[in-house]
């Protein structure tokens, strides 16, 4: 239940709400970073070409090393994870 009350000074307090700060919940821990894992890349053509493989967290990190490594722009290259 919200109750407000209007004292002399004007203002409205509201109390029974959760607006307060919780102190007695735990801190929350961040996630862990992923672990790089091998992407087979791929440039995107008419036939798909195969340029090499990289070590990355994600398929757009992959992408981009590949871009810088390879000198190919990154717009044209496919990430596929290694199973």
Excluded at 25 to 53: C, E, F, H, N
Excluded at 55 to 80: F, P, Q, R, S
């Amino acid at each position: 239940m919200v109750r407000v009350e209007t004292g002399l000074t004007g203002y409205t307090s509201i109390e029974g709400t959760n607006l307060q700060a919780d102190t007695a919940s735990m801190a929350k821990q961040l996630p862990k970073p992923q672990a790089p894992t091998i992407w087979d890349v791929y440039r995107a053509a008419a036939k798909l070409r195969p340029l090499g493989t990289v070590e990355a967290a994600d398929a757009n990190e992959a992408i981009d090393k590949a871009a810088k490594e390879y000198k190919v722009i990154a717009g044209k290259l496919i990430a596929v994870r290694r199973p």
